[in-house]
């Protein structure tokens, strides 16, 4: 039997790789932080909501529905409104505020759904959770075993499609130098717009799965996107596998610290569990911030490789 | 027939939030519009201010009236705040030194915090300070609904009415020092802008690089930037709070203390004060209206109106942002004292030619 805590801190590790991983996707190909991020997984969550709710499915169905969603919807976004926004010569940070202004109007959208859901058919429609809809794997909730399956496949799926396919090179290609990449004869549009297809898809899919151990509502994102900033910078914000490692980092380090500060400090602490990612993220800024993958480059510079530190030992 | 009262409290409350708006959009023009500093963090000198207001007035007015022995600040609140607003109403000196001195505890206190927040990434790229400023502002809300003593968690705090020795005209003399204290701040900002330091703060906006070449120290600016919009921008929540005289921590969320003045800016043009203040007008009376007239809506949607309220102004955003960029009156070139009304064209002609 796991302790709870650590069920905790596993699944919470794990929505964030989902949702951190898009995060730096887009900042990638798009170079600019997408506000509007957390409000995909929103949308998972309520995907999940009419599933078991409204159509008393199993909740699971609602996981690949809510993908589909969410990666039509990051398309839609990046096509509609960045797209545009970018055709009209729109400086970086005016692309960034919109996607705030998407943030807003996409919350109202699920803020609507969830009032005519109340008014309608009478269901408490904000902070649900379904822990009891879930199965169990070998005693334990069977949302860990999933969500640390997706995870995994996230981590070794990147890898294959960043190294052994066309695609993934020419994804490599628009993020180093887009101008450049174009020239070769890659599709950049068709790249951005799968990237951000992708990102939609995973925090629709970390939306879906939160209502299964964490209590969800329209607000849950905003919450959330705090701990996705901290995971991205602190993984470097400009590389994939730095987003995976802070996930897990900052997922950990908030739940498994919250935890212990609460033993140290009283119960009172678990309010403020925001301000562990936040002060993370205020550190890593200081001292480092190119996060863990600056840490790594500085010390291969110095030509300290893990290989040579072995060969050294021997 | 239409009750001349209601009328006049409507305009009040509309002048009022014009007058508090239009601070905020001051603030961020002055450090988007003219520095080129992206402050998404906004709330934050807001919740600033309105926490200063909600926990210290009451608490200095009690210690200096005596009122209130034995009983506890946030759970006998109400109680105490009608014992202190009874002197209050014979005391106008004391009310306007508190008020004053409020003012000044909260610049102080935003000052500290607008550094603070900005500090981890004020040398980094812009997007890195954005991220990090609208953290710090979520942050803010989180002590604020959960730092009991503060301004009660999820339940409010009173504020003591400073100016309840106007009387029946209470609400007309906060709305006109309101409106004042706005004032002064829009004309010191257009000053501050349109002296040799506003042209150095757009320099450093525009190039940075070239700022740097000839001496400037670009970091230091834009902290000294950032410290003095956070300032302007506590003045908000500290009028704010003195105008519904009640702090309620869970008001100060994103959408309305960072997006609507960000809106406001866009609106109107950023880095021109007079555009600030005309987008403001624009967006405090689309929302006034929706606020207003949202109970014609209501008997024919199933969700509340708010939620319409802010699809409606969020993609007003995007359209501005892809139609006009500019705003509705775009930056001039700044009449700087000292220099010629008109920048001459000729040298930049004979350059082509040559």
């Keep these: 039997m796991i302790p709870p805590v650590i069920t905790d801190a596993v699944m919470y590790a794990n929505l964030l790789i989902l949702l951190s991983t898009g995060f730096t996707l887009t900042y990638l190909t798009a170079k600019i932080p997408n506000f509007a991020h957390a409000t995909f997984a929103g949308i998972g969550m309520y995907v999940t909501f009419t599933v078991f709710k409204i159509w008393k499915l199993d909740p699971y169905i609602a996981a690949p529905i809510a993908f589909i969603i969410g990666a039509g919807f990051g398309a839609f976004i990046y096509v509609v409104v960045i797209g545009t926004l970018k055709k009209y010569g729109a400086t970086l940070i005016s692309i960034t505020i919109s996607t705030l202004a998407i943030e807003i109007i996409v919350l109202a959208i699920i803020n609507i759904y969830a009032d005519y859901i109340q008014a309608s058919l009478a269901i408490v429609s904000r902070w649900f959770m379904f822990r009891y809809a879930d199965f169990e794997f070998m005693g334990e909730p069977g949302v860990l075993t999933v969500s640390t399956t997706l995870a995994g496949l996230l981590i070794i799926g990147f890898h294959l499609m960043l190294t052994k396919t066309r695609f993934g090179i020419q994804m490599r290609a628009t993020v180093e130098d887009s101008a450049l990449a174009s020239v070769l004869g890659v599709n950049v549009e068709l790249v951005s717009t799968v990237s951000w297809l992708l990102t939609g898809g995973l925090a629709g899919l970390a939306g879906s799965l939160l209502p299964l151990w964490l209590q969800g509502s329209p607000l849950v994102g905003e919450r959330i996107l705090i701990s996705v900033f901290a995971s991205s910078i602190l993984g470097g914000i400009s590389s994939i596998y730095g987003a995976m490692l802070g996930g897990y980092l900052i997922g950990l380090t908030e739940v498994l610290g919250t935890v212990a500060l609460m033993d140290v400090l009283g119960s009172w602490v678990s309010a403020y569990r925001l301000l562990i990612p936040l002060t993370v993220m205020a550190m890593v800024l200081l001292r480092a911030p190119r996060g863990v993958v600056g840490i790594i480059e500085g010390i291969q510079a110095r030509g300290l490789s893990v290989r040579r530190i072995l060969r050294l030992k021997r | ?354």
């Design chain 2, 1 to 354: 027939m239409i009750d001349i009262g209601l009328l006049i409290n409507i305009i009040i409350d509309v002048l009022a939030f014009l007058a508090i708006y239009l601070i905020l959009a001051v603030s961020l023009n002055l450090q988007y519009g003219y520095t080129g500093i992206p402050n998404f963090g906004l709330a934050l000198s807001a919740a600033g201010g309105a926490y200063v207001t909600g926990a210290l007035t009451g608490r200095i007015a009690m210690t200096i009236y005596g009122v209130g022995e034995g009983l506890d600040f946030m759970s006998d609140n109400t109680k105490i705040t009608e014992l202190i607003n009874a002197r209050l109403s014979h005391d106008p000196l004391m009310g306007i030194l508190i008020f004053i001195l409020i003012i000044a505890i909260a610049a102080v206190i935003n000052a500290g915090l607008g550094y603070i927040a900005s500090r981890p990434a004020i040398k980094l790229r812009a997007d890195y300070l954005m991220m990090t400023l609208i953290a710090m502002a979520e942050a803010a809300r989180v002590i604020g609904l959960n730092y009991y003593p503060l301004v009660g968690g999820t339940f409010w705090v009173h504020v003591p009415d400073l100016f309840a020795w106007m009387g029946d005209m209470r609400n007309v003399g906060v709305c006109l020092v309101i409106f004042a204290i706005s004032l002064i701040v829009f004309l010191a900002v257009q000053v501050m802008v349109t002296s040799p330091y506003g042209r150095l703060l757009r320099a450093v906006r525009d190039n940075e690089v070239t700022a740097e070449c000839v001496g400037k120290d670009v970091v230091k600016i834009r902290t000294k930037v950032i410290i003095i919009g956070s300032v302007i921008a506590s003045l908000a929540g500290v009028l704010y709070s003195f105008h519904l005289q009640t702090v309620l921590a869970a008001a100060f969320k994103r959408t309305d203390w960072t997006f609507w003045p960000w809106l406001m800016v866009m609106v109107g043009g950023p880095s021109n004060n007079i555009g600030g203040a005309v987008g403001t007008l624009v967006v405090i009376l689309t929302r006034r209206m929706i606020i207003y007239y949202k109970h014609y809506f209501e008997a024919y949607v199933p969700f509340e109106v708010i939620w319409l309220e802010q699809i409606m102004l969020g993609l007003a955003l995007i359209l501005i942002m892809v139609f006009r960029p500019q705003g509705l009156i775009p930056e001039k070139p700044t009449r700087v004292r000292g220099l010629p009304t008109k920048p001459s064209q000729k040298p930049r002609e004979k350059s082509k030619e040559a």
